[in-house]
């Protein structure tokens, strides 16, 4: 008998054990010569006359398979196999790596209702457009990523140590351009089931020994967050998350650290113009007119929806000083007030034309700072002032920054994306850029 005639039967099963099972899926288990599985799954069939075999070390329960195909091979005797696992043996599970170790044409695969199918159907939320991440035996990156991206529906698989707790902990340390709602939802299809709504801080503050094993976590995005409480703001560095953002691209912003860094090399004073050039979210343009209210703040932005959450972080934060202009530099820029400080965030492929502009309408003791995330963009900066060296003295400033996440019970540190900025200043009016 050929290895690959031997049927290996694939059997996706719920909590609700062999009631759970499809009409063929019960009979391929009937059939089974050699019934697989884990404790639970093989005690769903506890008078099955089929050898079992646990499913403990999957390594070692590989070679059992292979030594028992290789003896029905030689008695030529009809055998077939069942694998019992969880949900969609093809979503997360057993049937990536028993495709790699055996034939195709030998397997045929019985899904079950995933649990992240069951957990959205209890809470009653499509999830077609949901980003599907495993923390089970696995680093938790994906689920970082995903969360510093903002995903508006995430579905996390989880283990004994990143746990509706450890993701919980992990939201609250991380500076997200969002808040989460949180749903644990465990047992699902059994009689314990049970579903729990939590924000990220109650369940940080949670046993993790108080859910079951077998759960899943829904964390949903808010989209109807609340405004920032003003008086609890620090003075400078507002946290990223406190701004509203682009739904598709929550993270682009400036983010808080370089902010910071930015602001500085701006060198603000009282009662002076600002221009901010690519403003995005305005995060950079809000920082700067809270900190000097005083002063007028011009937030350029070219994207309409740029345009409007610049317009709504201006309200949200209360910068009656910050002024959103919608357009394209450098021709947007005409008309405006000459600046004392210009920030360039983004410049839409026209780095050139507009250091030009800015170059010849900046005040006396103007500064043009430059926020930097391209090598290309970088070669033009670079070109730029070689063409101008004798007029323009400058300083560049390299952030390498990285924050720390935990990864489970331990804590690395994650890396921001690199980013030079370039502060330039007038050689006859500095002598040195402090």
């Known amino acids: 008998m050929r290895l ?3 049927p290996i039967y694939v059997i996706g099963m719920g909590l609700d054990g062999a009631a759970g099972l499809t009409a063929a899926a019960r009979q391929a288990v009937e059939s089974a010569t050699l019934l697989v599985g884990g404790d639970r799954h093989l005690a769903y069939f506890p008078h099955h006359a089929a050898t079992k075999l646990p499913l403990s070390d999957f390594h070692d329960t590989l070679r059992q398979i292979h030594r028992y195909l290789d003896a029905a091979a030689q008695d030529e005797t009809p055998a077939a196999i069942a694998i019992l696992t969880s949900g969609d043996p093809l979503f997360f599970g057993l049937g990536r790596l028993l495709l790699s170790e055996f034939p195709a044409e030998s397997l045929t695969f019985h899904p079950h209702l995933s649990a992240i199918q069951l957990a959205f159907s ?6 077609q457009d949901a980003r599907l991440v495993s923390a089970h035996g696995r680093s938790p990156d ?3 990523q ?7 529906k995430i579905a996390a698989l989880t283990d004994g140590h990143n746990t509706p ?3 919980a902990r992990l939201i609250c340390e991380l500076d997200l351009p969002g808040r989460y709602v949180l749903w644990v939802c465990e047992n699902l299809g059994g009689a314990d089931e049970r579903v729990q709504q939590f924000s990220p801080v109650d369940l940080a503050e ?7 094993p077998l759960n899943v976590v829904i964390l949903l995005r808010d989209a109807a967050t609340d405004a920032p409480d003003l008086a609890t703001l620090p003075v400078l560095g507002i946290p990223d998350g406190a701004f509203l953002s682009f739904g598709d691209r929550p993270g682009l912003m400036t983010k808080r650290d370089v902010r910071v860094l930015a602001l500085a090399e701006l060198a603000l004073q009282s009662g002076q113009i600002l221009w901010d050039i690519g403003a995005g979210t305005g995060s950079v343009s809000v ?5 000097c209210p005083a002063s007028t703040v011009y937030a350029l932005e070219k994207t309409a929806a740029g345009f409007s959450l610049i317009q709504q972080n201006a309200e949200r934060f209360r910068v009656g000083n910050l002024k959103a202009v919608q357009g394209k530099a450098p021709d947007a820029l005409y008309g405006l007030p000459a600046p004392d400080r210009v920030f360039i965030g983004g410049s839409g492929g026209q780095l050139g034309e507009i250091l030009d502009h800015c170059a010849a309408v900046l005040k006396p003791e103007g500064r043009i700072v430059l926020a930097i995330a391209t090598l290309d963009h970088l070669a033009i900066a670079q070109t730029w002032l070689q063409a101008h060296a004798s007029t323009w003295q400058q300083h560049a400033l390299q952030v390498n920054l990285a924050r720390t996440v935990p990864v489970a ?3 690395r540190f994650a890396p921001l994306n690199p980013v030079t900025l370039i502060t330039l200043q007038r050689s006859d009016r500095a002598a040195i850029l402090s």
């Open 4 to 6: 690959s005639m031997v």
């Open 122 to 127: 209890r809470i009653k939320v499509p999830w």
């Open 142 to 144: 994906t689920l970082i």
């Open 146 to 152: 995903a969360l510093q991206q903002g995903a508006a």
């Open 165 to 167: 707790t450890a993701i």
């Open 206 to 212: 949670k046993d993790a020994a108080q859910f079951a």
């Open 287 to 291: 920082e700067a007119a809270r900190l």
């Open 409 to 411: 019970a331990l804590t």
